[in-house]
């Protein structure tokens, strides 16, 4: 008999998904509620950047779009919250983590939304940024988190091309609106780079996730994938990355890039940023406002159970074709 | 050499103590627990003739209730056309550490098997 981590170990080099009961290390476990509970509460915490915007979208087709996709930004959330409770923590746990700041959510969302050229420039370089990431982790090892991951993926591409349709748009339009763009941009892109985390030398969690292949790239290189790919599309928009040393090197096949702001990243992720104190004040008010419908719900879902059942209803309902056979 | 298993029994994909109404923290005490919405498994039919498809898990108060957060949650784009939903304490499953003893009467018996039957190519429709 081999001990139980090495057969884990085995299991995930042989690329066997990891299910809810089987044994793993109690650091796989952690280190998962953390990510994947993260990753909701980034979801959720999302929505309200965008909810700004509904009321003011420029048109019907924009509000539409944007519902939608904030409408998604919730699902994304309970996908993510349902995959996490199977590894024993609760829903309610998690938000209370959330509503005293010990679990954090992706700083990008502690940045303000004054334009509405932000909606294109969030859709492109956030939601792009988010995707770099979540692409791999369709592939990783826990199984529910695999799987909410693809369910997300499939549904993220919308949101991307949205955003930067929205900022092709502007682009075309008058000087006001190209400024605009160009602003929205500008004030987008350094977060939007640190989305992916502190660099590769100081994040040394990243060989053991890699090690249990929770992640399947390093934080730099999936940021360097995605300034590859951003420095061409802006071109499309015909705007400028605000980066002066931004340019293409053709011994390492890759753009080259200005330092980061890691102070400001810090800054941000220890609750000083712009909108920290709003969003987390967001969320807590429509928890405990919301309070009373879901006691009102469950109070109304007791006195129901108490009564008989009507009839057709209940678990015969689904079997109702076999009766009439 | 003394080793220590872990052993979880849980029901479905989720931990016992987390299903129904009432259930406390497994990490840390927390303020809420009772009163909280029962957790519900979701299934879909994504089209008619197919079966329906575990696809993950909600809360809700009761089942009419987890039926349309279902709608909202798994099927934002036509991905069904029927949902059933189950109160997860009502499932029950295999133990995982127990699979390799549990499915292994069907290891030896290839015989099951189509291909374990040796005959000449010239047999048609067979």
Redesign the interface.
Known sequence: ?H??EEIFQKKVDKEIRI?????MPEQYRKTL?RQISQHAHSEIVGMLPEGNWITKAPSLRRKATLI?KV??EA?HG??LY??A??L??????MI?QLHVGKAKYSSIFNYPTPTWADMGAIGWLVDGAAIMNQVPLCRASYG?YS??MI?ICK?ESFHQRQGFEILLTLSKGSAAQRDMCQDAINRWWWPSVMMFGPNDDASPNTAQSMKWKIKRFTNDELRQRFIDICAEQVKILGMTLPDPLLKWNEERGHYDFGPIDWDEFWNVVNGNGPCNKERLEARVSAHEEGAWV??A??A??NK??KQPATPGG?EEA?RSQTKAA | MKMILFRKYYYGDLPDNQKGAQHSSPTEGTQEGAGTWPLWEVFIRSKQGLDHKHVGSLHAADAKMAIENARDVYTRRQEGVSIWVVESKSIHASNPDDAENFFEPANDKVYRHPTFYDLPDELKHM
């Open positions: 008999m001990n139980p299910e809810p009961k089987d044994w509620i939608a409408q998604d699902g309970l996908y349902s995959a409770e199977t024993g923590i609760s829903r309610d746990e209370h529910p799987r909410a369910r549904e879901r006691e719900a469950l109304y879902a129901k159970s209940g689904m």
